[in-house]
């Protein structure tokens, strides 16, 4: 057994983070499944040589024991920030000593919403350090220009020295650290290379120590894979308090901050913000700004309230379909899953009648966003069946609802919410699962009064909305009034 001081060889899952003293191929722990077998690597000695903050050493004896009816604390007490979308997600602000994770793919803003909150509290008489492993204090400051950021009580230093960096902060004792990003940290403790899991670890490790002991909130910036997995560092999301992540699609301007993970608040809030030229704007109202870019009687487009953790958002649905010239027509699907689209077309077809023969089927929905709760359902198959048909829903319609495999409509979670905010944007007509229409009546919304359609199956929602059979298919085109546009 080699003494704790005494580097020694382990074997480590790169994803994981899995250890085992032996090797064992590919990694065994449940529900990791990675590809990559596991990596011979030297763990660093228990006790770092040097005896300070940044080792595992404690001063003075063991903590003493607390009882808990025993312990008198206030509220958590946060740092509010002047954006409302953050505090949401946060919880209320920034809670001293905490450490945060901010997760998103390369290119998403994640860099941006960092010095955006650096700016908040440095406004607000606070100092920040921002540790830099990506960028030059040049290029932060050509960022900084574009953000129209003064810069006062902002501190930059470009590191990527775990052991550096937390120097410095022991030096200037910030209101809060920001490290960007944790792949390029490193400490010389561990022998692999940054980005490793063991160097993630240890770095994570010695960012979280410090901001325990000196109450100093620091905020760490993570690369996220397409799949959605950290790349790499899963070991970092265990340790730290808050997990936010930020996502959005490539070319949309739209951008989702989300918690997966959160210690002092619930995880249910998501805040919506614009990528600008100024960085990131807050869109505090996103189902206005969305139904105002609409065209009230398009064809083809069906709006759904969806919930976005609790918050719930009223999202333009959009489909087409057209003649297929390939052998196999085509399907696809942005903003809903894939084999949702497939399953919803086969219902189409076989439960209400839908011909769909020989037709490509495009589904997208509006401003990038993307819906994987089943309460859309019925609205991608009643947007399928309008571009179909050629005719648009009655405007101040919203549809919703889970649809199984014998076309009938199953119930939706907080439906209440849903109606409240249909009703608020306007909506005066909801076609909904007739099990969750009875929960949901005799609720008051918001003063506007939403007309209930309570509809059982697949085929009685299209009823519902066109007339009988028949009525539905007029074979007359509808243009769309281009000027009602303007
Ligand atoms: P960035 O914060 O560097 O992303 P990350 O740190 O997650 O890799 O932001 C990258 C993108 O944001 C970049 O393509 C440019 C764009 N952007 C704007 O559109 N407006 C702005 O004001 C800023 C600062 C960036
Ligand atoms: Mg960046």
């Avoid at 793919?105 to 509290?121: C, D, M, N, W």
Wanted: charged share 20%; hydrophobic share 35%.
């Amino acid at each position: 057994m080699p003494h704790p001081r005494e580097a020694r060889t382990v074997f480590l899952c790169q994803e994981c983070g899995y250890e085992s003293p032996r090797w064992m191929g590919f990694c065994p722990a449940p529900g990791c499944g990675s590809a990559q077998p596991l990596a011979e690597t030297t763990r660093a000695p228990d006790r770092p040589s040097n005896p300070s903050w940044t080792s595992s050493r404690r001063e003075g004896g063991p903590e003493p024991l607390q009882e808990l009816s025993q312990l008198r604390t206030g509220g958590e007490p946060r740092i509010p920030l002047p954006s409302e979308e953050i505090n949401r997600v946060l919880g209320g602000g920034i809670v001293p000593g905490s450490v945060s994770l901010l997760a998103g793919e390369p290119g998403v803003g994640k860099s941006t919403l960092l010095l955006q909150i650096a700016r908040y509290l440095a406004a607000s008489g606070g100092s920040v350090v921002y540790a830099s492993g990506e960028e030059s204090a040049h290029q932060i400051h050509l960022r900084s220009r574009r953000l129209d950021l003064p810069g006062d009580g902002i501190f930059l230093l470009s590191e990527t020295d775990v052991e550096q960096i937390l120097a410095r902060l022991e030096e200037s004792r910030p209101s809060l650290a920001i490290v960007d990003s944790i792949q390029t940290l490193y400490t010389r403790d561990a022998p692999s290379g940054p980005g490793s899991v063991v160097q993630v670890r240890e770095c994570g490790l010695r960012l979280l120590r410090w901001a325990k002991q000196r109450d100093v909130p620091v905020l760490i910036a993570g690369h996220m894979t397409k799949d959605g997995s950290l790349a790499g560092p899963r070991v970092l999301e265990h340790m730290v308090d808050t997990v936010l992540y930020l996502d959005g699609e490539d070319l949309n301007a739209y951008r989702l901050l989300r918690c997966g993970k959160n210690r002092f608040g619930s995880t249910q809030e998501v805040g919506v913000f614009e990528m600008t030229g100024q960085g990131l704007t807050e869109v505090p109202d996103p189902s206005h700004t969305l139904l105002s870019q609409r065209y009230d009687r398009a064809v083809g487009s069906v709006l759904v309230p969806v919930l976005e953790g609790s918050r719930p958002l009223l999202l333009e649905v959009q489909a087409l379909t057209s003649p297929s010239y390939a052998p196999v027509p085509r399907r696809v699907a942005n903003g809903v899953d894939y084999n949702r689209l497939l399953m919803l077309s086969a219902v189409a077809v076989r439960r209400a009648g839908l011909d769909l023969t020989g037709q490509d089927i495009i589904v997208s929905v509006a401003g990038g966003f993307r819906v994987t709760e089943p309460a859309v359902d019925l609205g991608v198959l009643i947007a399928i069946a309008s571009s179909l048909y050629n005719r648009p829903l009655e405007p101040g319609t919203v549809v919703l609802g889970e649809v199984g495999l014998s076309g009938e409509l199953r119930s939706v979670p907080q439906i209440d919410r849903r109606l409240s905010e249909s009703a608020r944007l306007g909506m005066n007509r909801a076609v909904v699962p007739a099990a969750a229409g009875r929960e949901a009546t005799g609720i008051a919304h918001g003063g506007t009064s939403l007309e209930m359609v309570a509809v059982r199956t697949v085929r009685q929602a299209i009823r519902e909305i066109w007339g009988p059979p028949g009525a539905q298919q007029d074979g007359q085109p509808e243009e769309p009034e281009w000027e009602d546009l303007e």
